[in-house]
């Protein structure tokens, strides 16, 4: 009995060893994969990464391309609260140099479980130096990756903006999100005693698809001088300019004031970020008479010579119609109708054809349709009041009162109207290309059917250009060259009546006239000035003229 201590400790040894071995065998062999997989889940970590965002570039004739919409590491701030003990004063100096709410930072500042609260995206020089000056306790600065557009304001309404979730949101951001958007992929990386976080992905995800433009950088820039330009002469509130080749719907710039910068999109009126040019209604006025006298012409219940007499008004039961200024004209060709911009005639035309015929031509020509342009947010008018038969709608839609569309949507039908009568669709894509250098061009997209003939297509262009060299659109002449077009000023209706003071004011024009290379169309609201001819009409001179030049195309006659 005098070894019974050593005894029983030996065994405590071997019941201990057994109990050892027996939980070895249980976790090692046979429950093998649960704790590998626990031991993992332990010292790894499993995370989904996103590639980078494919980027948006302009071009000039040249080929050259300029960065519209890259990808750069920004500067943002983050509050931690827990680290913050005078709370009142930094939300103070902070709501000061950020140009931020104070309520909203203090707000942050006063939760108390929070490590990371975002203050700030994208800062700016200056902030950045004021924050590092103070070097306030527990606001911290920190790189990101995000977007930016060094083109600033240039053409912010076409490319709109990647929002702070990181989706794109308006223009060409939001229309080819999932082009521009990178690859989204799962990442594996580990910890451990020397780093915290080691990451080691398996294979890096792709980055998404780069996006050249058909739109010209100078010719983009050119449109939207002349709209700043225009702004300060005749404090215009908004204006918009589209140029486009007619032949296939290919956009070379597409310029809208007021426009925005992009970077700093959270300090903008949400008003500021729409494309007025594909989503802002109007009515065109007398340029739609050209889409009237079209329809007319290829129905061949008149033709350019055909003849009416002008007594300067005309009753609709309760509603009387008169020209500009209450002119009264006499007897007029067809051709001096649009010379003249005659709104009795536009009636006298749209009666020749029908109602019927009328509608029908107007839904050819894609008024009541989108015209499907590659942009987020376009919008259209069913026409609703038009629609409904009444012997003044249709009178005053025939002069381009009381009929509303796009902008885009009436450069879309004058396109038909001087191409050889087919229907082209707008787009603003060139080239869409991925990181393997594969690409494809955009293909010029014409619809398949013909909304006129080639030839009443050729009689409406030749009265076009008679508008400008014997009409009321003589301010459109660029020596050497024909070119035709037609101004447009309609009333704004508000309220359910027509303003006596507001106007859009238009003027379509295109050259050189009988192998057009470019249509522009140049929309301004409220301009301080009485017609079309002496606002728009004036811009679409120095920006065609500029396209000539630019372009060096031949001249149609010494």
Known sequence: MKYWRINLILLFVMLFGAAL??????????NHDFYKALAQGQQKFFGEIEGERGEIFLQDKKGNLYSLAINKDWQMVYASPQEIKEKESTAEKLAQILDLEKDLVLEKLNKEDSFFEMLKNKLSE???????????????????????????????????FVGGQGIGQYGLEGYYES???????????????????????????KKGSDIILTIDYNIQSMAERLLKETKENLDIESGQIIAIEPSSGKILAMANLP???????????????????????????????????????DKRVISPQTSYIDEGRLEIGDDTIYNYEKRVWGEK???????????????????????????????????????????????????KELKKGYEINYATASFGQGIEMTPVQIVRAYCA???????IKPYVVEEISDENNESFEEEAEIMERQVISSSTSSKLTAMLVSVVENGYAKGARIPGYYIGGKTGTAQVPEKGVYSPDKTWQTFIGFAPAFEPKFLILVKLDNPKTRTAEYSALPVFHDLAKYIIDYYQIPSDYE
């Open 333 to 383: 060709t067809m051709t001096e109708v649009l010379e003249r911009s005659i709104n009795t005639g536009a009636v006298f035309v749209e009666r020749q054809l029908g109602d019927k015929d009328f509608l029908a031509y107007i839904d050819k020509f894609g008024i009541f349709q989108p015209t499907g342009i590659d942009l987020q947010e376009e919008t259209f008018s069913q026409n």
């Open 179 to 205: 082009a521009l958007r990178g690859e989204e992929k799962f990442q594996e990386g580990g910890r451990n005693a020397w780093i915290d976080l080691l990451l080691s992905p398996k294979d890096e995800p």
């Open 126 to 160: 200056s902030e950045i130096s004021q924050l590092e000056e103070l070097g306030l306790k527990g606001i911290h600065l920190k790189k990101v990756m995000g977007r930016y557009y060094p083109q600033e304001f240039l053409a912010s309404s076409v490319v709109g």
């Open 259 to 297: 426009n925005f910068n992009p970077n700093y999109y959270f300090q903008e009126e949400e008003e500021n970020f729409q494309n007025r040019a594909i989503y802002w209604l109007f009515e065109p006025g007398s340029i739609f008479k050209a889409i009237t006298m079209a329809a007319a012409l």
């Open 21 to 30: 071995i027996g939980r070895l065998v249980y976790i090692q062999i046979l």
């Open 417 to 423: 109207v001087i191409n050889g009568g087919k229907m």
